[in-house]
C-alpha cells in the first residue's frame, strides 16, 4: 500500500453495523425521485385508456412518456456526475414496473374498479415507504451534521488549526473524527487534550480517546464511543470460527468496536509467551475463560493446556477437567517446569530430524499452552528460585517448539514473574488496571490514560500486530455457559503430552527419597545392648540437649572431611584452575559442604581480600585469582 493511499484508509475495517439512537425528525431534503412512480403511473393509465380506443395516438403518448422519463434522468445524471441514490434507483424501477403493468391492463380492457382501487393502494404504499427516510440516510445526516460542526469545536478547545481529514468514520459503537494539523506543525498535544474535547463535544467522561497515527504525525483520530462495544455482539462474538490452536483468538474489543485478536500460537512461527497484569477484580480470569471457549471450538484440538492455580483453586477449581495437567502447589508447580522443559527440548531434537523448522501442532503432539496463575504465589515460595531457572531456560527455546506461557498475576515486577530473564521475553503484554502506576508493563511507555476502578475488564494490549493506545475490553462469558464449555473439554483434552518426562520425574524424586532416607537410616546411633536405655527425667532432657548444639560446626554432605582441609582443597581448585576459575558447584562438589558454609567460610572472605574476583557474566557465578600463584601468596 502506498503512503497516499495509507494515510486516507483507516486503521481498522469500518462495520456496517449501525447503532439505533437519537435521530433529527427528517432528512435533509425529500428524495429527488420520490414522486416519480406515481406521475408515471397515473400518466400509463391515461395513456392506456386513449391505446384502447385510439391505438396510434396512444402508443404515440406512452412512447413520449418514456422518452421524457428517460431524457429526465439523463440531464439529471449528466448535471450532477453522480450515480443514483439507492432509494432513487428504487423509486425508478418501481415506476417503471407499475407503469408496464398498468399500461397493459388499460390497453387489453381488463380495468374496472378494482384494478383500480389496488393501482391506487400500491402508488400510495410506495411513494409513503420511498419518502420516509431509512435509517442509513439519517445516520449519514447525523455524522455530515457533526463534521460540519468541527469548528466550532477546534475553536472552544483553542487549536483552530485542527482540521478534518476526511468524513467521519462510522463505527459499530460509535464515530472517529479524523484530524489533522499544516505541515511544519505535530498533533501530539492532541492526547492531552482529552478532557477539553469531551467537554466541547458535550459527551460524558470517558467517551472519548485521541489516537495518534502511527506513521505521521500530523494525523490523529478522535474516537467517540456511544455504546458499549460488546453490546452488539456480531458472529464472530457469539459462535466464533476456531479450526486450529494457531487462529487468532478474538479475545477483546476496542473501544471504537474495532477487534482485538490474541495470538498464542502463529503457524510458520511458534508460540508466544504473554503476560496478564491487573489488580483484583481486573478481569483475569474472564480472559482465561474466554481463551478456553475459543480453543474449546478448535475442530483439529491441537493444543494442550497445562495450569498452575495460585489461587489455589478459588477461580479455576472447577475447571480442571480442561487441562491437561492441574496443580496447586510449588512443588507441584516444579514438577511442571521440570516436564515442560523436557518437552521442549524433545522437540527442539525432534525438529532437528524433520525438514521444517517450526513445530507443527497436531491431535497427537499438539501445540502447549502452560497457565500460570497468581505467579507471585509461587515465586515466593521456597520453590521459586528453582521454577525461575528452568523457565528462563525453557522460555529461550519455546519459540520454535510450539510452546507459550500465559501468565497471570497482579504485580508483574521481576521477581513475581520469574525474573528478569523471563519478562524480556513475554511478547503478549496485557495491562488492566493496577493499584500502582509503575506497574505498567507495555513496552512503547506510550502515554495511557488511567483505567478507572469501575471498568473491570478494560485493558490496553499490547500484542502480535497490535499496539494502539486505545483501551480495549474483554468480551464476557456468560454464567450459564461456563458450564458448557467445561462439558465440551471433557474426554477431549491430550493428557499424554510429556507423560515420558513426568515418569522420568517420579522416577528420579522416589530414588532421591530412598536415598534421603538411607543416609537418615545410616546416621542413626546403633545401642550397645538389648534392652532399651531408661528414659531420661523431663527436666534433664532439654539441657542435655543444648549442650550438644555446636554453633560454629558446618553442615556438611560428607561429615568425614575437615574444614581446614576443605580450605586448602579450595586454593588448589584456584590455583588449577588459573587463568580460569571455578563456580560454586565444583567448590561444593570438591569439598563436600553444602552452599551457605561454602559462601560463608570460603568465598566471602577470598573476595573480600581481593585476591578473588567474580565473574556473574555466566549463568553461575565464576571464581578465579586475581593474580597468579607464583607472584602473590594464597592466604585464607
Excluded at 505535530?186 to 480517546?209: K, N
Excluded at 486450529?244 to 477483546?252: E, K, M, N, R, Y
Excluded at 483439529?300 to 489461587?311: F, K
Excluded at 465440551?488 to 493428557?495: D, E
Aim: hydrophobic letters at 45%; one cysteine or more; glycine letters at 6%.
Amino acid at each position: 500500500m502506498s503512503n497516499a493511499s495509507r494515510r486516507e484508509a483507516d486503521l481498522v475495517a469500518i462495520r456496517d453495523l449501525v447503532r439505533a439512537g437519537p435521530r433529527p425528525p427528517r432528512p435533509h431534503g425529500p428524495r429527488r425521485y420520490a414522486a416519480l412512480p406515481a406521475l408515471v403511473m397515473l400518466a400509463a393509465l391515461a395513456a392506456g385508456v386513449l391505446a384502447r380506443h385510439y391505438l396510434a395516438p396512444g402508443l404515440a403518448v406512452l412512447g413520449a412518456l418514456v422518452l421524457a422519463v428517460v431524457a429526465v434522468l439523463a440531464v439529471d445524471h449528466t448535471l450532477r456526475r453522480t450515480s443514483l441514490a439507492l432509494s432513487d434507483r428504487r423509486a425508478v424501477l418501481a415506476g417503471a414496473v407499475l407503469t408496464a403493468v398498468l399500461a397493459v391492463v388499460a390497453a387489453t380492457g381488463a380495468l374496472n374498479v378494482v384494478v383500480l382501487a389496488v393501482a391506487a393502494v400500491v402508488v400510495v404504499v410506495a411513494t409513503r415507504r420511498l419518502l420516509r427516510p431509512t435509517a442509513a440516510a439519517l445516520r449519514e445526516a447525523v455524522l455530515a451534521q457533526k463534521a460540519a460542526d468541527w469548528g466550532e469545536v477546534a475553536r472552544v478547545i483553542g487549536h483552530p488549526e485542527v482540521q478534518l481529514n476526511g468524513p467521519l468514520l462510522d463505527r459499530p459503537t460509535g464515530y472517529t473524527y479524523r484530524v489533522r494539523v499544516p505541515a511544519g506543525s505535530t498533533i501530539d498535544f492532541l492526547r492531552r487534550l482529552t478532557p477539553e474535547i469531551t467537554s466541547a463535544l458535550g459527551l460524558r467522561r470517558g467517551q472519548v480517546t485521541v489516537e495518534l497515527d502511527k506513521d505521521w504525525n500530523r494525523e490523529a483520530y478522535i474516537h467517540v464511543r456511544e455504546a458499549d462495544p460488546t453490546a452488539q455482539a456480531a458472529e464472530e462474538i457469539r459462535a466464533p470460527h476456531i479450526n486450529s490452536a494457531t487462529d487468532p483468538l478474538l479475545t477483546f474489543l476496542y473501544d471504537d468496536g474495532s477487534p482485538l485478536h490474541l495470538r498464542l500460537f502463529i503457524d510458520g512461527f511458534g508460540g508466544k509467551d504473554t503476560v496478564v497484569c491487573s489488580a483484583k477484580g481486573g478481569g483475569k480470569t474472564s480472559i482465561v475463560i474466554r481463551i478456553l471457549k475459543l480453543l474449546s471450538r478448535a475442530r483439529l484440538q491441537n493444543v494442550a493446556i497445562w495450569m498452575a492455580d495460585g489461587a489455589q483453586g478459588r477461580d479455576f477449581g472447577g475447571w480442571v477437567d480442561c487441562f491437561d495437567r492441574y496443580t496447586t502447589s510449588p512443588a507441584g508447580l516444579l514438577v511442571m517446569a521440570q516436564a515442560y522443559e523436557a518437552e521442549v527440548n524433545r522437540r527442539e531434537r525432534e525438529l532437528a530430524k524433520r525438514p521444517y523448522r517450526v513445530w507443527r501442532p497436531t491431535h497427537e503432539e499438539p501445540a502447549l499452552l502452560f497457565v500460570i496463575e497468581e505467579t507471585e504465589h509461587f515465586a515466593d515460595s521456597p520453590e521459586g528460585p528453582e521454577i525461575a531457572r528452568i523457565l528462563a531456560r525453557a522460555i529461550m527455546k519455546s519459540r520454535a517448539a510450539m510452546a507459550g506461557l500465559l501468565l497471570l498475576t497482579k504485580y508483574p515486577h521481576q521477581k513475581n514473574v520469574f525474573g528478569a530473564a523471563v519478562r524480556k521475553e513475554l511478547a503478549n503484554r496485557v495491562c488492566g488496571r493496577t493499584n500502582e502506576r509503575d506497574t505498567m508493563i507495555l513496552n512503547s511507555r506510550q502515554a495511557t490514560e488511567e483505567i478507572p476502578e469501575t471498568a473491570q475488564g478494560t485493558v490496553y494490549a499490547e500484542t502480535y500486530g497490535e499496539k494502539r493506545a486505545v483501551r480495549a475490553r474483554a468480551i464476557w462469558t456468560d454464567d450459564d455457559e461456563r458450564p458448557l464449555i467445561v462439558e465440551s473439554w471433557k474426554g477431549r483434552v491430550a493428557r499424554g503430552v510429556a507423560a515420558e518426562a513426568f515418569e522420568e520425574i517420579s522416577r528420579r524424586q522416589t530414588e532421591a527419597r530412598e536415598r534421603a532416607a538411607a543416609r537418615a537410616e545410616s546416621r542413626r546411633p546403633v545401642p550397645t545392648d538389648l534392652e532399651a536405655p531408661a528414659a531420661p527425667e523431663k527436666a534433664t532432657v532439654l539441657p542435655a540437649r543444648i549442650e550438644l548444639v555446636s554453633v560454629g560446626e558446618p553442615e556438611r554432605k560428607n561429615p568425614e572431611i575437615d574444614p581446614m582441609a576443605a580450605n586448602e582443597t579450595y586454593k588448589a581448585l584456584l590455583r588449577n584452575a588459573f587463568p580460569g576459575g571455578v563456580t560454586m558447584k565444583e567448590v561444593m562438589n570438591a569439598t563436600g559442604l553444602r552452599r551457605g558454609w561454602v559462601r560463608t567460610h570460603l568465598v566471602n572472605p577470598s573476595t573480600d581480600a581481593g585476591w578473588v574476583d567474580v565473574d556473574r557474566g555466566q549463568r553461575e557465578h565464576t571464581y578465579r585469582l586475581t593474580a597468579p600463584p607464583e607472584r602473590e601468596a594464597v592466604s585464607a
